[in-house]
């Protein structure tokens, strides 16, 4: 069993300050920008997934402690590691992770912790369950949990199951944030490439109204036509 000390060491060893420069910007660290405050250790994921598949034994609740730390890479491991054990858990220990993750949202916040996470451990969970917690996070004022929300969707799709995200879509429809609007557009995209009658009935409801980046994302995979018949309004 790896203990969380010598997890953190490594992770400490694998910093490179110059990538990490390079991040801060990349992911709008700065002061009033979505990730303000966020430390990063410049570590690139694949040398973070590297790390976590050598610590997939490590107690829930050191994951707890490393889930709620400043720095994102910590974070980001905390969360591989997480969706490592939940591929091989029983369900009481599927249930004490989805629980987990729920009680520390507010550290899951940035795009590509939400992203790796939410369709694995939140939309996982949900497969075969009720969703009510899903619609109380899209109408969150936290743009992370608003974010969670759709992303968790995305298990739903891969499995044909389009209700949930085209309902949260249009929750989200007229929200303010360019990230929020990439992440609707982009579920959307994955109806579509599923199901692309049902992508569009949506659209042909909805597309006059959405946000131009929504729109753009939702319609990529359109052929030429259909792309300039919807960004023609």
Not at 147 to 175: C, E, M, P, Y
Not at 199 to 211: A, D, G, N, R
Request: charged content about 30%; glycine content about 4%; aromatic content about 10%.
């Amino acid at each position: 069993m790896f203990s969380l000390k010598k997890l953190k060491l490594e992770i400490k060893k694998a910093a490179n300050p110059k990538q990490a420069k390079l991040l801060q910007r990349f992911f709008k660290t700065g002061k009033g920008q979505y990730g303000e405050g966020d430390i990063f250790l410049g570590i690139k994921v694949p040398v973070q997934r590297a790390i976590a598949k050598k610590y997939t034994d490590i107690f829930l609740v050191d994951l707890t402690k490393l889930i709620q730390s400043k720095i994102h890479e910590q974070r980001m491991i905390a969360l591989f590691i997480l969706i490592d054990k939940n591929k091989k858990a029983n369900d009481q220990d599927k249930k004490n992770i989805f629980n987990i993750y729920l009680e520390n949202t507010k550290h899951i916040n940035n795009w590509d912790l939400v992203d790796l996470s939410a369709p694995n451990i939140v939309g996982q969970y949900l497969l075969d369950k009720k969703r009510d917690l899903l619609y109380k996070l899209a109408k969150s004022k936290n743009l992370w949990q608003k974010r969670i929300s759709v992303l968790s969707t995305f298990t739903f799709i891969r499995n044909n199951q389009f209700g949930d995200s085209l309902k949260i879509a249009k929750i989200l429809l007229l929200d303010k944030h360019d990230l929020i609007h990439k992440a609707v557009g982009w579920m959307l995209r994955e109806v579509g490439k599923k199901d692309q009658l049902v992508e569009e009935k949506f659209l042909k409801k909805h597309y006059q109204k959405m946000p131009r980046t929504m729109l753009r994302y939702a319609i990529e995979k359109f052929s030429q036509i259909k792309r300039t018949y919807y960004l023609r309004k």
